[in-house]
């Protein structure tokens, strides 16, 4: 690892990642990551914004290419999304493209109807309700 790499930081605003230290924190607390999760979290830091196929994802954190029936990616990111959940709760970080990959995008969580109070439901939506 070079120096420059040695002093890399990936941040996404609470979330910083120093992959020289192995360490991922959120508002300052260690995240508990595996190896692998943290591999997959450093590479789609390292990437903002771009779909990162399944194929690419595995050859960059096992090392290998991909056999086709091989579901690791997508275990170690629902994994790592659940993680990321719990340290950084209304914040949505990899989102799926569907048959494409995965993309690290930091956006606040959407909220849905069943996580707002009834009293907060517009009178729009309870007719619906």
């Excluded at 607390?29 to 999760?37: A, D, G, N």
């Excluded at 990616?73 to 048959?99: C, E, M, N, Q």
Aim: charged residues 30%.
């Amino acid at each position: 690892m070079t120096s420059r790499n040695a002093k890399e930081k990936l941040r996404a605003g609470a979330l910083e990642v120093a992959p020289a230290a192995y360490t991922a924190r959120a508002d300052g607390q260690v995240i508990p990551l595996t190896p692998r999760e943290f591999e997959l979290l450093v590479e789609l830091m390292r990437r903002p914004d771009e779909v990162l196929s399944r194929e690419l994802l595995y050859e960059l954190c096992w090392g290998q290419p991909m056999v086709p029936s091989d579901r690791a990616v997508d275990v170690y990111v629902r994994k790592l999304r659940s993680k990321l959940d719990r340290a950084l709760p209304g914040w949505t970080f990899i989102h799926t493209h569907y048959r494409l990959g995965y993309r690290f995008s930091p956006q606040p969580a959407e909220v849905s109807d069943e996580d707002v109070a009834p009293a907060e439901i517009s009178e729009d939506k309870r007719s619906v309700l």
